[in-house]
């Protein structure tokens, strides 16, 4: 199988490294070899956050890092975000998005706007995006802390691994005392 790259991408807080901890698992647990790298940047301070996660057959794997252009997936928590890594998704890649809208600093400072029709402006230039209301399907969930879990729900759509296989990776990586609440997000945002 040819490597398969993916970004997880948004702001600081949003719960990526779970997300991307989650995949990994999962991935390793389907025979995979994954390499998984974290960028932090500014997270503690709202600053833009990017996981990379890359996965194929052993001895096939040799860098975290993915490159422009070569990204399979980007699951992104933020509409922005999107628009920030956009460069990095392949030519027939998709990007798997919650449609929040996080003001970033020049916007909170009256520098900038947010340009909230940024994801128009992807799909017109043909970028297959898929976009949900995470942050409102986590909160039917029981907390809108678990809308990288919704998000990771809507992105087992595009693999071919049993939703049973994904809820016993959040088994693994998940605190019992929320994994009920996690396994929710994850079928709405599956379902969504």
Same mark, same amino acid.
């Given at each position: 199988m040819k490597t398969v790259n993916l970004m997880i991408v948004g702001v600081g807080g949003q719960?990526?490294?779970l !997300?991307?901890?989650v995949l *990994?698992?999962?991935?390793?647990?389907e025979g995979h070899e994954v390499k998984?790298?974290?960028?932090?940047?500014m997270s503690q301070r709202g600053g833009s956050v990017v996981t990379y996660v890359r996965y194929g057959d052993a001895g096939k794997v040799f860098s975290p890092i993915v490159e422009k252009g070569e990204a399979d997936f980007i699951v992104s928590f933020e509409?922005?975000? !999107?628009?920030? =890594? !956009?460069?990095?998704? !392949?030519?027939? *890649?998709?990007i798997v998005v919650n449609n929040q809208e996080i003001d970033p600093m020049p916007v909170i400072t009256g520098n900038a706007q947010y340009p909230h029709d940024v994801l128009d402006h992807l799909r017109a230039a043909g970028v297959k995006i898929d976009a949900i209301d995470a942050l409102s399907l986590a909160a039917q969930a029981g907390s809108s802390k678990a809308t990288n879990i919704v998000l990771l729900g809507r992105l087992a759509h595009y693999f071919s691994i049993p939703t049973e296989k994904w809820m016993d990776a959040l088994a693994a990586c998940v605190a019992p005392k929320f994994l009920e609440m996690n396994k929710k997000a994850f079928m709405l *945002? =599956?379902?969504?």
């Open positions: 719960g990526s490294l !997300a991307s901890k *990994g698992h999962l991935l390793v647990e998984v790298s974290e960028v932090h940047g509409k922005l975000e !999107a628009a920030r =890594y !956009a460069e990095c998704l !392949a030519k027939d *890649g998709q *945002g =599956y379902n969504a």
